[in-house]
Nanobody
């Protein structure tokens, strides 16, 4: 069993930056797909970013709405993946979730589909005020 524990997030004014962390523990994997999703109040959960985490450099994908502003990265030694969010806008306000799947979802189009991810973090609130 894999446990994902999120931290970070919070509140910031538009144009500011926040970082959300996702630390994995338990039965961790040497390689996996890490996805970030978000769900705003009254809306469906949507894809934000994904990364293939392995011993070699992993690929990344971003939603068009966050491309160039958000960066996903990983620290293998800490089993932690980060979502750095810059130039935040009020429409980025949501609960952010990390998720893991053992397969390389970036090799297909499945990385943006939240239904294929097996393990989920508890969610972290990000609030951006105008």
């Amino acid at each position: 069993q894999v446990q994902l524990v999120q931290s970070g997030g919070g509140s910031v004014q538009a144009g500011g930056s926040l970082r959300v962390s996702c630390a994995a523990s338990g039965r961790t994997f040497s390689s996996y797909t890490m996805g970030w999703f978000r769900q705003a109040l009254g809306k469906e959960r949507e894809f934000v970013a994904a990364m293939w985490v392995s011993s070699s450099t992993g690929g990344t994908f971003y939603a068009d709405s966050v491309e160039g502003r958000f960066t996903i990265s990983e620290d293998n030694a800490k089993n932690t993946v980060y979502l750095q969010m810059n130039s935040l806008m009020p429409e980025d306000t949501a609960i952010y979730y990390c998720a893991v799947d053992r397969g390389n979802l970036l090799a297909s189009s499945w990385y943006a589909n939240d239904r294929v991810y097996t393990y989920w973090g508890q969610g972290t609130q990000v609030t951006v005020s105008s």
